[in-house]
């Protein structure tokens, strides 16, 4: 059976988008939501979007995750954690989840160009910790802004790949490759994804003051 990805909090802007790109790459969606109906909704309009052959349905998120070997999480931090307790026991074993959560101020009502501290170091690391054992874990797509995923056109930045497991690596690696222009460079262990959340803070600083929608980053000097 051809494998399911599933967009928990699909129904915002980047699972929106997230959606988008990978569907138009082939991939099989479930949105996910608090609300079946809301999800179904976002659902069609991306059906809309994209074409009717595009395979894109919605779910609530507890379902959207049970049916689904790949999870990419698309919440605010500020309803991350209880969201992830109350999934606990939906995921299937050997699901592969990547975390795109960037712990940004904006989420607790403070400047969308801060990050906040969170204890564990980063929002992927707090998130890992809610998540059962038999999954897999990666954190990628924090410098992909919704406005740039959200139509057809190739996308100039690279994604940053973080994880402890190297098959998570290299699913959320393979992912990211599907979009246009994306490069994805193995970001190290799990741990640096508190170095690239915070540069999220540092590219929409750069957004408000050069009035674009469009920062990115590209690193040099690399074989490939
Ligand atoms: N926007 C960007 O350009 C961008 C870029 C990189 C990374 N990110 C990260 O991607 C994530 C989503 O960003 P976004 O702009 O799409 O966010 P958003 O619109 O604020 O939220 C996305 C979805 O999350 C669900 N949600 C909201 N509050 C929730 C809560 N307390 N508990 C559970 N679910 C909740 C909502 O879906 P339902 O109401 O349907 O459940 C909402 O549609 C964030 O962590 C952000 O840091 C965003």
Avoid at 39 to 47: D, F, T
Avoid at 72 to 100: E, M, N
Avoid at 116 to 133: D, F, K, M, Y
Avoid at 198 to 207: D, K, M, Q, R
Wanted: net charge neutral; aromatic share 4%.
């Amino acid at each position: 059976m051809a494998r399911k990805i599933a967009i928990v909090g699909g129904t915002g802007p980047e699972g929106c988008g997230l959606a988008n790109r990978l569907a138009r790459a082939g991939e099989h969606i479930v949105i996910g939501s608090r609300d079946a109906l809301r999800a179904e909704e976002a659902a069609k309009r991306l059906r809309e979007h994209i074409g009717e052959a595009a395979q894109i349905e919605g779910a609530d998120n507890a379902s959207a995750v049970g049916q689904c070997d790949i999870a990419l999480l698309t919440v605010p931090f500020s309803g991350q954690a209880a969201l992830l307790k109350q999934l606990k026991s939906a995921w299937k074993p050997g699901t592969v989840v990547i975390d795109t959560t960037v712990p940004l101020a904006a989420s607790i009502g403070g400047a969308p160009t801060r990050t906040i501290g969170v204890w564990q170091g980063s929002a992927a690391e707090a998130a890992r910790e809610l998540l059962p054992n038999g999954v897999g874990f990666a954190a990628a797509f924090h410098h992909l802004s919704a406005e740039l995923l959200a139509g057809d056109a190739r996308v100039d930045c690279d994604v940053l790949v973080c994880s402890d497991d190297e098959q998570s690596k290299q699913v959320a690696s393979e992912l990211a490759q599907k979009i246009p222009g994306v490069r994805a460079l193995n970001g190290g262990k799990l741990e640096n994804a508190r170095i690239v959340e915070s540069v999220t803070a540092l590219l929409i600083g750069l957004n408000i003051r050069y009035k674009v929608h469009s920062a990115g980053v590209r690193f040099t000097g690399l074989p490939l």
